[in-house]
C-alpha cells in the first residue's frame, strides 16, 4: 500500500491454537462454545482448538497465558484430552476500524487493495475475491466500497 502511495495504519492482530491428537473423531462439526470464547475444529485425526486476539505485533514472544486458557477450555468439555501435538501463534493484518481496505489505491488506479480483514480472513476471502473481480472487470461500484476504501486514512 505504501509503495502506491497509500498510508494505511496496519496493525498485527495475533492468534492463537493448539491441536490435540484424537483416536476418533470427537465432533463431527466445528463447534463455538461461545461462554468459553473459542473453537473447537475436527481434523483428520486432530482436534484444533483456536481462538483470542491479541494485539501484540510482530515482535512480542508468544503468551502462555492465551494457550493455557485454550488448553483448560478444551478439557472442561472434553477431560481426557492428552497434551497438545503442537501449538500454533500466526500473524493477522487488521486496521484500527476492523474493516478491511478494499479498493483502488489512491496513488494508482491500477493497484486494488485486499487486506486487513483480520481474523475474519478465509471467512471474507470469496466475496472479496468477488468484489475485486468486479472491479478489475469494470463492474464493481466504487461507491459501494467506499467504507472500505483506503483513504478513510487521510494522507
Known amino acids: 500500500a505504501a509503495q502506491a502511495g497509500d498510508r494505511i495504519p496496519l496493525e498485527t492482530e495475533r492468534g492463537y491454537h493448539l491441536e490435540f491428537q484424537t483416536d476418533a473423531p470427537l465432533l463431527n462439526r466445528p463447534v463455538c462454545p461461545v461462554d468459553l470464547g473459542f473453537y473447537l ?7 484444533r482448538v483456536a ?6 505485533g510482530l515482535v512480542a514472544p508468544p503468551n502462555p497465558r492465551r ?8 478439557r472442561q468439555i472434553f477431560p481426557r ?3 497438545p501435538a503442537s501449538q500454533w501463534l500466526g500473524f493477522r493484518p ?3 476500524d476492523s474493516r478491511p481496505v478494499i479498493g483502488a ?3 494508482s488506479s491500477r493497484v486494488i487493495h485486499a487486506f486487513g480483514h483480520g481474523h475474519l480472513g478465509l471467512t471474507l476471502a470469496p466475496i ?3 468484489l475485486v473481480a468486479d472491479l478489475i472487470g ?3 461500484d466504487p461507491a459501494r466500497l467506499a467504507p472500505f476504501a483506503a483513504g478513510r486514512f487521510g494522507r
Open 128 to 130: 472479496t475475491a468477488r
Open 81 to 83: 484430552l492428552g497434551s
Open 41 to 47: 475444529t475436527p481434523m483428520a485425526g486432530r482436534l
Open 105 to 107: 489505491s489512491r496513488g
Open 94 to 96: 487488521s486496521l484500527p
Open 51 to 56: 481462538g483470542t486476539v491479541e494485539l501484540g
Open 67 to 74: 494457550l493455557a486458557l485454550l488448553d483448560r477450555g478444551a
Open 138 to 140: 469494470g463492474r464493481g
